[in-house]
């Protein structure tokens, strides 16, 4: 049982590390809102159809990023 604990253990480490944040985060039963707002933007994401529709969210995107470091 111990190295099931430390193989779930690991895999939370690094799905933390891939999403930059806290291990607690993915357990606590809240999500935070960095979380919550990365889920909306891949789920939005998934629905676009078509690639012209990828590429204005993609230009949108890049255009608020832009707007933001001015």
Known sequence: MPEK?????S???MIASLLGVPVQD???GTVPRRL???NECMRLWRGLRTEAGRDAALDALR???EA???
């Open 5 to 9: 604990r430390e193989t779930i253990h």
């Open 11 to 13: 895999r939370l480490q």
């Open 26 to 28: 993915l357990i606590s």
């Open 36 to 38: 919550w707002a990365d």
């Open 63 to 65: 255009s608020i990023l």
């Open 68 to 70: 933001e470091r001015r």
